[in-house]
């Protein structure tokens, strides 16, 4: 094992680095193979720093975080190297040294807040735990004015009362606050964060990300940021990793690495992302799969992938050096690095150019004062009490061909409106209408022809479709119950479908679990369009997917709406990826349609303050210009009220910044303020064009 | 009414119907009976006259439905009928018997939750290892092993081998007559918790190791807390949850179990007073504690409800 040199800078308690990896190796074992998840990790980290580790999924960002606390998974284990913490090999520290360690000098947040709180112990006793363990001294009494005073300082409103209550009873973004109040309660030096705003709507994220952030400047802590989200990463560090199957590939200080990356797998994720591509333009992709790290690859791990290896690529590894680098902290592992001068202004954002006006269809599908209300029932307990409101009336037209992208936060009903959409809801109120004609009133023989017509495609893919079928009957399936052709013209349909879709026949003997996540929802496409649809509702179809397979699945969507003469209901909480594939836009609140008008008008003169909010709380993967301060402060506060007792008015008034007397007695009608097909449902809608705006 | 007492009111009168529902089958049974319950009590010998006799007797020649008004307005009063055999009021044999099975019946499953938990615990945390495995194959050979047969063994081994035990529980009159001769207490009761625990046990391990892998658990080691405060302080409170709906619908056959236990230690609870009464055919007795069965089935499943809510803070908070 060769030792990477350069990190040997650490004295144990001098002035060097608070945390030094070198050379960390990982192995996961399983019952039938062993991942080389770490092959030779090295970073290090100076005391009060922050620092990002991305990477796609699978690439050892999250192994990496987890290691330093000896926190791997079951069959997870270090096999080399050393994590130097206060002079300490935490590699090599025995359990109660770890114990030590955790959660008093290093505290740690995780993604998921709904699972990583304990269900059943009151957030008080989960937030004072810490002290507890790691500060004998002190007395429970004390220790529960500590954590109170903690959660005053998450941000969390009535932390008196709230110590009290236990986790399902508090929102998302409220339990991921107390998740980062259990972490440094013992005020740390160092906070690992683990995607913590990856489960969360786009302004909670940004409220997280805000507090995060203060927090480490008061408490003067160094900070690990672990995400995929490039976005994320560009506003919230000094320093990037970028981590590339088990390997870091190249890092830098963050303004580097987003103005000149080097690695050509730095600079293909970065041209991959939608916010870089002008709106309407393929985007680029990167061709197949991350290594599956089993066996360990030889040459540099990005070669099959990457458009310039060469045959030394494919031979040795490429060292991690800082090649005539200007800063010896710009390092990064590639033979055919881009070239010094290049990248920076050709890639960045170009304004999207005016869209050549969308032949206007006629139109396929109208809503007309929509209303869908949930009996809100209480498991064992309760009879019916009350309703929530998901649907509250919302009128829109998505014409023949178009792509109608649908933004909102979780809980805005944007999904239920796509399952009536689809015909899997009844509508409570109002009507659909598909050419003119309302399905809820066509006889069943009728009603069975339609369903043919509008096709669903889901998140999750596999948990969309049986486990035990294999894809030649999941796909042969709609046209079996449909009753179109023989058997012989079923399979060769199916064959066309995949040969569309860019999967080979031969999946049609496979199960859905042996695909990949973007194999997946190439399969979950193909099902949508097995009975030659006029309209796909498609629900956050690559949310669940990294920036490169995304790229390839969008692509593919674009490609095929063009050659298929598509409609797409594209609904998702992306406004990066909608801005990208739509041609009109909607945003929902609270069950109300707020906003929709053609996309490029919309992100660029938004009417409605909640899409103005949203917009500008984008966190787009781009450095500010030198001197130019952090984001500042999300726009919009607070969070999203209960669609079980939504305001009176406008519902969008409690979080609104101009809101007045009006808005509570008033539901605001549509108005056009914009002219042209731009709606807007507000009493005070902005007029001024945004700046500067990229998304 | 608010929360937990409303719906604690509304689970009682659930309960209250579905044991309106118990006396109309036991009333049903007590008529499917060959030849009528005359025949069953008379016997073979009875003559034409004697039934009829019986039958005007007992009211069993009038319409069903007056029958089973009857029998319903009897079984508000208390009056279970009377024993054919033992020649006294079914309520009073219950009211001698039931607390006796109730005793053992709730021994033996402290006992065996006092082991199984524990146990499961350790399995889980040696999960894969070489004592996981001999637990394993011990609870799978417990739980596979018919009551009377264990018992037999017990007799054998600790009253007869190593004559240390007796083989026959106590007769005493009264609870405190039982509890005044522990030593007799000790085979019947070992003997009923041994399938418990095996039961039990294997449900604590799973629940255990269901809970180990939720990412809570994570959370407590980044804490820096220790393995063992973590199954004590988060794991476990948790793990009973399961183990809690377990425990409320297993109640009834806990019941059914003491029957083979009492007859086989000759213990005078409810099981063996069954036992006895299938044996002379006596109806009433039969009918009496089947209804009492029922009731413990009810009684177990609002148990459940309670323990659910008591354990878990989610299920309150819906109240």
């Keep these: ?695 | 009414m608010t929360g937990f007492t409303g719906f604690l009111v509304k689970r009682i009168l659930q309960a209250v119907v579905v044991l309106f529902l118990v006396s109309i089958i036991v009333f049903v049974l007590l008529h499917l009976l060959p030849g009528g319950p005359a025949r069953a009590i008379l016997g073979p010998k009875g003559t034409p006259q004697q039934i009829e006799h019986f039958n005007h007797q007992q009211g069993y020649d009038r319409s069903l439905p007056t029958q089973y008004l009857m029998y319903l307005k009897r079984l508000l009063t208390g009056d279970l009928g009377e024993s054919f055999k033992l020649n006294s009021p079914v309520l009073d044999l219950l009211r001698q018997r039931l607390p006796k099975t109730l005793l053992l019946t709730v021994l033996s499953t402290v006992l065996a939750v006092v082991i199984a938990v524990p146990l499961g615990l350790l399995q889980a945390v040696r999960r894969g290892k070489a004592s996981d495995y001999a637990l394993t194959g011990l609870t799978f050979l417990l739980y596979a092993t018919p009551v009377f047969f264990l018992g037999l063994i017990m007799i054998i081994l600790f009253a007869q081998v190593m004559p240390i035990l007796p083989a026959e529980a106590p007769q005493g009159e009264t609870i405190a007559d039982l509890l005044g001769d522990v030593t007799g207490l000790i085979l019947p009761v070992v003997t009923m918790a041994f399938g418990i625990i095996a039961m039990f046990s294997r449900y604590m391990r799973s629940a255990v190791l269901d809970n180990l892998t939720e990412e809570y658990v994570r959370t407590a080691m980044a804490k820096g807390q220790s393995s063992r405060r973590i199954m004590g302080r988060h794991v476990l409170r948790n793990a009973l949850i399961p183990l809690a709906t377990l425990l409320g619908l297993y109640l009834p056959t806990l019941f059914s179990g003491a029957l083979v236990v009492e007859s086989m230690f000759n213990y005078p609870g409810m099981g063996l007073l069954f036992w006895n009464a299938a044996q002379g055919s006596d109806f009433p007795v039969l009918l009496g504690v089947t209804l009492v069965v029922g009731v413990a089935t009810v009684v177990g499943s609002l148990l459940t409800d309670i323990l659910y809510a008591v354990l878990d803070p989610r299920i309150r908070s819906v109240a």
């Excluded at chain 1, 004062?369 to 009490?385: C, H, Q, T």
């Excluded at chain 1, 893919?461 to 046209?479: C, F, H, Q």
Aim: hydrophobic share 40%; aromatic share 4%.
């Design chain 1, 1 to 695: 094992m060769t030792a990477d040199n350069t990190t040997d800078k650490t004295g144990p308690h001098g002035e060097g680095p608070l945390l030094t990896i070198e050379d960390l190796r990982v192995d996961i074992a399983s019952r039938e193979r062993t991942v080389h998840a770490l092959d030779g990790v090295s970073l290090s980290l100076a005391p009060g720093e922050a620092l990002g580790i991305v990477g796609e999924s699978g690439s050892g960002k999250t192994m990496t975080a987890l290691s330093v606390l000896g926190l791997l998974p079951p069959g997870g284990e270090i096999t080399g190297g050393r994590v130097l913490f206060d002079g300490r090999d935490l590699a090599a520290a025995p359990a109660p040294v770890l114990q030590d360690v955790r959660g008093d000098t290093i505290g740690m947040v995780f993604q998921d807040p709904l699972t990583s709180l304990n269900p059943t112990m009151t957030i008080g006793a989960q937030v004072a735990e810490p002290l507890l363990l790691h500060r004998p001294g002190i007395g429970r009494k004390e220790a529960w004015s500590r954590a109170e005073e903690m959660l005053r300082l998450v941000g969390m409103p009535q932390p008196a009362e709230r110590m009290k209550v236990y986790p399902h009873q508090l929102s998302g973004g409220m339990r991921q606050r107390v998740a980062i109040a259990m972490a440094l309660v013992c005020e740390p030096k160092l906070l690992i964060a683990d995607e913590p705003t990856t489960a969360l709507d786009v302004t909670t994220q940004h409220q997280i990300l805000e507090l995060v952030d203060d927090l480490r400047s008061r408490l003067g802590m160094a900070l690990i940021l672990v995400t995929h989200d490039l976005g994320v990463i560009a506003h919230r560090v000094d320093r990037v990793a970028v981590m590339y199957a088990g390997k870091v590939a190249e890092q830098a200080s963050v303004r580097d690495l987003f103005e000149r990356p080097r690695h050509r797998y730095t600079e293909a994720l970065f041209s991959a992302l939608p916010e870089r591509a002008a709106a309407g333009a393929e985007l680029h992709t990167i061709p197949g799969l991350p290594p599956g790290l089993v066996t360990r690859p030889t040459g540099c791990r990005f070669a099959p992938r990457c458009a310039f290896a060469t045959d030394e690529c494919r031979a040795g590894e490429p060292p991690l050096t800082d090649a005539g680098e200007p800063s010896a902290e710009h390092r990064f592992a590639c033979f055919h690095p881009v070239p010094d001068e290049a990248a920076s202004d050709e890639d960045v954002v170009r304004p999207a150019p005016a869209l050549p006006a969308a032949a206007p269809g006629d139109v396929l599908l109208e809503l007309d004062a929509l209303v869908k209300e949930f009996p809100l029932k209480g498991g064992a307990f309760a009879r019916s009490r009350g309703t929530v409101s998901a649907v509250g009336g919302v009128s829109l037209t998505i014409r023949r061909g178009e792509t109608f992208g649908m933004v909102g936060e979780s809980g805005c009903g944007k999904t239920t409106l796509g399952r009536i959409v689809a015909g899997l809801e009844e509508p409570t109120a109002g009507a659909v209408r598909f050419e003119g004609a309302d399905p809820s009133r066509m006889s069943r023989a009728e009603r069975r022809a339609h369903r043919r017509r509008v096709q669903l495609m889901f998140q999750d893919s596999t948990a969309a479709m049986d486990p035990r079928m294999r894809v030649g009957e999941i796909l042969r399936e709609p046209l079996v119950i449909q009753g179109v052709g023989d058997r012989t013209e079923q399979e060769e349909r199916v064959a066309g479908l995949l040969d569309a879709v860019g999967l080979p026949r031969g999946a049609v003997h496979r199960y859905p679990h042996e695909f990949s996540g973007g194999q997946r929802q190439r399969l979950g496409l193909a099902r949508a369009l097995t009975l030659s649809p006029d309209l796909v509702v498609a629900d956050e179809p690559v949310s669940a997917l990294d920036v490169s397979v995304q790229a390839q699945i969008l692509n593919l969507m674009r490609e095929l709406q063009r050659e298929r003469g598509l409609t797409y209901l594209f609904i998702s909480h992306d406004l990066a990826v909608v801005r990208h594939l739509a041609d009109t836009v909607g945003v929902m609140y609270l069950g109300r349609l707020v906003e929709a008008g053609p996309a490029e008008q919309v992100y660029a003169r938004p009417l409605h303050p909640y899409t103005r909010g949203l917009l500008d709380t984008v966190n787009l993967p781009v450095v500010a210009a030198e001197g130019t301060a952090k984001p500042g402060p999300s726009p919009l506060k607070g969070e999203t009220p209960s669609a079980a007792r939504p305001p009176s008015g406008c519902r969008f008034r409690t979080r609104c910044p101009l809101a007045q007397d009006v808005c509570a007695t008033t539901e605001p009608e549509v108005s056009t303020p914009n002219g042209g097909a731009h709606q807007v449902a507000c009493h005070f809608p902005s007029a001024s064009p945004r700046l500067a705006s990229s998304v």
